[in-house]
C-alpha cells in the first residue's frame, strides 16, 4: 500500500485573481465562458504520464533526485498499477479531464513484445474503469520507439527491416488500446527519426521508410475506424544531429507528398519551436495555414540552453501570442494542451507537481483571456485588414486566384503606370497595442 503521496486530498479550486492561497487557481476557472466555450474546452488540459510519474529527476551529471516509491520496485506490474492509481489522483486534484501516455509509460517492457502488450492491455482495463468512474479521457496515446537500445538507429527509419517490422507490431497494439480507450488522437513521436552522420546513412532510402510506415499507420486508423487524427510532433535535433521531422514545414513535406493532409496533423511544442530557430506562434501560425494544426505540448524551453529542458509554461506575454494564433486558427477540436513538462531535479516535494500544473494552468488561462480580448476588440484584426485590402479589389483577386497570366499581369502595370510606395508595417504601434491587453 503507497502512503499518502501528496499533502492535500480536496482538489484545487479557482479563488480569483484576489487569493491569498499559494495553491489556487487565480485565473483558471473552467466554467467561464470566453469566446462561446468554457475556458476548460477552449485549454483542454492534459497531464502527460511519462514526465509527472515516469521521470526520477536523473540528468546526464546526476542520478535520481526524486526517489519515489514506484521508481525502484523490483515487481514492474506493481508499479504500474500504483502509478495509474496516482495519475487519476492527480487528475482529480488538478481538475484536469484529460491524459497522454507512451506505452512504456504506463507498463514494463517484459521479455517480449507479446509480454510487453500484455503488460500494457492490463494497465489499460485498469484505465478504462477509473475513467468510467471520474469522466477522465484519453487525449493521446502513442508507442516509445526511442528508449530501448534497438532504437539507436531509428525507429521507422531504421536501417535495420526487422526494426522497422518490430516498430509496425508496437505500434499496432498501442493504437489499438489508444482507440478502446476512446483516445481523441493518435501521435507518432519519432525521437530519433533523423541522422547522426551522412557516412553511413541513405537519407532517400530512409525517408522512403518513413512515407511507408506512416502511410500503413494511416491505412490501419481507417481499418479500425479510429476516428481522431495521426498527430506528428515536429522537433529539431532531438537527439539525434539530423531530424527529419525538424519543424511544421518539413513535416507538412512528408504528409502533403503522401496525400494525407486529412489524415495527419501536428502537434506542436514551444520548445522544439525554438531550437528550430522559430517562434512558438510563428510554428502554430503556419500550420493553422497549411491546414494541419492539431495539438500543443504546452511547455518552455531555456533560451539560454540548446536543449530540449520541458520546463512548465509561466511566460504570459509569449503565450498570449501563441494563443491568439490557436483562437484565429478556430481552436482546438481534437488536440488540445498536454503538459509536456518536468518539474526541476531540485523541486523534490511531491506538492511541486501540482504546485507547477496548477501555476501553468493560471499562466495559460490569463494568456487565453489576453487573447481573446484582442479578438473581440478587433483593432488587431483590423490593422492587419487594412494592409491587405488592395487584395480584395476585382483585378487583384483575378491575379491571386489564377484568372490572370504573367504577360496579362504586366501589360496592366504598364496600362495604369504601376510605381508603388511603401507603406508602414506599423511594428512598434502593434506591439504596443498587444501589450495593452496583458
Excluded at 535520481?64 to 498499477?81: I, P, V
Excluded at 481552436?331 to 518536468?342: E, P, S, Y
Excluded at 490569463?366 to 487584395?391: M, N, S
Aim: hydrophobic share 40%.
Amino acid at each position: 500500500m503507497m502512503p499518502q503521496f501528496y499533502s492535500r486530498r480536496e482538489p484545487v479550486r479557482y479563488e480569483g485573481p484576489n487569493s491569498a492561497s499559494d495553491l489556487a487557481f487565480r485565473w483558471y476557472n473552467p466554467d467561464q465562458i470566453v469566446l462561446g466555450k468554457p475556458m476548460r474546452e477552449q485549454l483542454r488540459f492534459a497531464v502527460a504520464y511519462w514526465h509527472t510519474l515516469c521521470w526520477p529527476g536523473t540528468d546526464p551529471f546526476g542520478g535520481d533526485t526524486f526517489q519515489r516509491q514506484w521508481h525502484h520496485m523490483a515487481d514492474g506490474m506493481a508499479a504500474a498499477r500504483m502509478k495509474a492509481d496516482l495519475m487519476f489522483e492527480t487528475l482529480d486534484l488538478l481538475g484536469v479531464d484529460f491524459f497522454c501516455f507512451h506505452d512504456l509509460d504506463i507498463a514494463p517492457e517484459g521479455n517480449s513484445l507479446k509480454e510487453f502488450n500484455a503488460n500494457v492491455s492490463e494497465i489499460a482495463r485498469i484505465f478504462e474503469k477509473k475513467m468510467a468512474a471520474g469522466n477522465k479521457k484519453l487525449l493521446w496515446g502513442t508507442a516509445n520507439m526511442f528508449s530501448n537500445r534497438r532504437f539507436m538507429a531509428g525507429a521507422a527509419t531504421n536501417p535495420d527491416p526487422d526494426v522497422f517490422a518490430y516498430c509496425a507490431a508496437q505500434v499496432k497494439h498501442c493504437m489499438d488500446v489508444t482507440k478502446d480507450l476512446g483516445g481523441a488522437n493518435y501521435v507518432m513521436w519519432g525521437g530519433r527519426e533523423g541522422y547522426e552522420t551522412l557516412l553511413n546513412t541513405n537519407i532517400g532510402h530512409e525517408l522512403e521508410q518513413a512515407k511507408r510506415f506512416l502511410s500503413l499507420v494511416v491505412e490501419y486508423k481507417h481499418k479500425i475506424g479510429f476516428k481522431g487524427p495521426i498527430l506528428i510532433e515536429p522537433k529539431p535535433q532531438e537527439p539525434t544531429k539530423h531530424q527529419y521531422d525538424y519543424d511544421v514545414a518539413t513535416v507538412y513535406a512528408t504528409i502533403s507528398s503522401l496525400g494525407l493532409q486529412k489524415d495527419v496533423k501536428v502537434n506542436i511544442e514551444q520548445n522544439h519551436a525554438i531550437l528550430a530557430g522559430h517562434s512558438f506562434e510563428h510554428e502554430i501560425a503556419l500550420a493553422a495555414a497549411l491546414g494541419i494544426f492539431g495539438g500543443i505540448d504546452i511547455n518552455r524551453g531555456d533560451y539560454q540552453s540548446g536543449w530540449d529542458t520541458d520546463q512548465f509554461a509561466m511566460n504570459v506575454p509569449e503565450m498570449t501570442l501563441a494563443f491568439l494564433e490557436i483562437l484565429k486558427a478556430g481552436g482546438f477540436t481534437t488536440g488540445g494542451l498536454n503538459f509536456d513538462a518536468k518539474i526541476r531535479r531540485q523541486s523534490i516535494d511531491p506538492d511541486d507537481i501540482l504546485h507547477a500544473h496548477v501555476g501553468s494552468m493560471d499562466a495559460c488561462a490569463r494568456a487565453l483571456l489576453a487573447a481573446a480580448k484582442i479578438i473581440e476588440d478587433g483593432k488587431l484584426a483590423a490593422i492587419v485588414a487594412e494592409r491587405y485590402g488592395k487584395w480584395n479589389e476585382p483585378a487583384n483577386r483575378a491575379m491571386l486566384e489564377g484568372k490572370e497570366t504573367l504577360d496579362q499581369i504586366a501589360a496592366r502595370v504598364h496600362a495604369k503606370g504601376l510605381e508603388p510606395q511603401p507603406r508602414s508595417g506599423h511594428q512598434e504601434r502593434i506591439e504596443g497595442l498587444v501589450n495593452t491587453y496583458l
